[in-house]
Antibody
Framework: EVQLVESGGGLVQSGGSLRLSCAASGFIFKNYAMSWVRQAPGKGLEWVSGIGDSGGITFYADSVKGRFTISRDNSGNTLYLQMDSLRADDTAVYYC??????????????WGRGTLVTVSS | QTVVTQEPSFSVSPGGTVTLTCGLNSGSVSTSDYPSWYQQTPGQAPRTLIYNTNVRSSGVPDRFSGTILGKRAALTITGAQADDESDYYCVLYMTNGFYVFGTGTRVTVL
């Protein structure tokens, strides 16, 4: 069974840092791109960042560019999101997703259950 | 800035049909935007319904279908059931490697 399990969320002060992890199982992790998607309380979904299968290419939404860093450990089947200079508007549930980032697909195939990040001002 | 718009809400009767749409502020949506659709009930993770405009994800019942209607992507629920009451999001792929989520549509079944 394909499974994604996020961890690392919590309460952090504005300006602080947090690192999220996403443990993957049930598929050959190193063969697939991955993404992070977030959802602020009561709001819609927002794509945050994506990374290619080898980790050699990364993408960021303008809202997090320069503050967040996506990375992966293919030997440990884990995706990461390093979040620095956190702001109150980064408060959200963060989901990791298996990203079928290849033509003619381009969609999120599997989702984790999410981890909540709360930034206090 | 790219904005993907969806209807805020729809109401449908049990057994009825509803069509949700997804549009781009900059122009038309086409199959080259690879529209996908996701269902989310409150407090739960999203569930993938449709990708590449009209391909159902594994395990998704055939009462969900996707297409392009005019200048917008569309998701149709035929024979709505009570557990279809959810939020629905479309996603478009931008050729620069980015994805953009739609604003979401809340569907009520009553």
């Amino acid at each position: 069974e394909v499974q994604l399990v996020e961890s690392g969320g919590g309460l952090v002060q504005s300006g602080g840092s947090l690192r999220l992890s996403c443990a993957a199982s049930g598929f050959i992790f190193k063969n697939y791109a991955m993404s992070w998607v977030r959802q602020a309380p009561g709001k819609g979904l927002e794509w945050v960042s994506g990374i290619g299968d080898s980790g050699g290419i990364t993408f960021y939404a303008d809202s997090v560019k320069g503050r967040f860093t996506i990375s992966r450990d293919n030997s440990g089947n884990t995706l990461y999101l390093q979040m620095d200079s956190l702001r109150a508007d980064d408060t959200a549930v963060y989901y990791c997703a298996k990203d079928r980032r290849v033509a003619p697909l381009w969609y999120f195939e599997v989702w984790g259950r999410g981890t909540l990040v709360t930034v206090s001002s | 800035q790219t904005v993907v718009t969806q209807e805020p809400s729809f109401s449908v009767s049990p057994g009825g049909t509803v069509t949700l749409t997804c549009g781009l502020n900059s122009g038309s949506v086409s199959t080259s935007d690879y529209p996908s659709w996701y269902q989310q009930t409150p407090g739960q993770a999203p569930r993938t319904l449709i990708y590449n405009t009209n391909v159902r994800s594994s395990g998704v019942p055939d009462r969900f279908s996707g297409t392009i209607l005019g200048k917008r992507a569309a998701l149709t629920i035929t024979g709505a059931q009570a557990d279809d009451e959810s939020d629905y999001y479309c996603v478009l792929y931008m050729t620069n490697g980015f994805y953009v989520f739609g604003t979401g549509t809340r569907v009520t079944v009553l």
